[in-house]
Every structure is written in structure tokens, then in C-alpha cells.
């Protein structure tokens, strides 16, 4: 999915969204120890952090959750990567505010869970075998 983003030929709204939910570091349900494994996603972050913003509301996303702050020093990307996602995810989205799961731990709004528990997924996200 990362290769796709940066070559420009992954769908630019539920491509980044994808990245962000597959590194997330924070579980919608089930164990932590299913979440990608940190060092793979600081990874994927540090790539992430260069991609063009087609779509700037869903890139924001990706980087909110693949560099949220958990709490757990076993989940969190290191700090200086975190800084450099706040940095670009409020360049992005002119809104501090969307930030501040990169400053503090949060819990989920209920817009967002609504978002990802409800019925609607990105369109055009086909799931395949």
C-alpha cells in the first residue's frame, strides 16, 4: 500500500486511510500484541511523512494514527519521529487541534469510532483474497 501512495497509483482517499488503520497503535478491538509491530511502523512513518498530500484530510489521518502517543513505551514511534508528524499533520490540516493525540494520550472520539464502526468505509475499498 505504502509503495502505491508513493508512486501516486493508490486510491488518495482510502489508500492513506488503509496505512493509518493497518499501523495504528491503538486497537479498535482485539490484543495489543496483533498491532503492527512498532519498528515497522516507525518505518512506515518515516515514509509516510514524505508523501504528497492528495488528499489532505486522510493523509492527516494516516500520520494521527500511526504516530498517536499511547502511553506505552512499547507502542509509541520515538519521540523526535512524533514531532516531525505533528509538525507535518498541522502543516496539513491548519488545526492544532487534530494534533493533540500526538501530544497526549487520548481516547477516541465518538465521531471517530462512529467512523470506523459504522457502515461506511471508504469508497472504493474492495477487500480481496
Known amino acids: 500500500m ?3 501512495l508513493e508512486e501516486g497509483k493508490a486510491p488518495p482517499r482510502w ?3 488503509a496505512l493509518g488503520r493497518l499501523g495504528s497503535r491503538e486497537p479498535l478491538y482485539g490484543p495489543l500484541d496483533r498491532l503492527a509491530p512498532v519498528d515497522k511502523v516507525t518505518f512506515w512513518l518515516q515514509r509516510a511523512l514524505k508523501l504528497p498530500p492528495r488528499d489532505k484530510e486522510e ?5 494521527v494514527q500511526l504516530a498517536r ?3 506505552d513505551r512499547t507502542r509509541d ?3 523526535p519521529l512524533r514531532a516531525r508528524a505533528r509538525e507535518r499533520v498541522i502543516a496539513l490540516s491548519q ?3 487534530v494534533a493533540r493525540p500526538l501530544e497526549e494520550v487520548v481516547t477516541a472520539e ?3 469510532e462512529g467512523a470506523f464502526y459504522g457502515d461506511s468505509v471508504p469508497v472504493g475499498l474492495v477487500l480481496a483474497k
Not at 59 to 63: C, D, I, K, M, Q
Request: hydrophobic share 40%; glycine share 8%.
Open 110 to 112: 465518538r465521531r471517530t
Open 77 to 79: 514511534v520515538p519521540e
Open 69 to 71: 502517543l499511547t502511553g
Open 95 to 97: 488545526d492544532p487541534r
Open 2 to 4: 505504502l509503495k502505491l
Open 59 to 63: 493523509l492527516t489521518f494516516a500520520l
Open 15 to 17: 489508500g492513506p486511510w
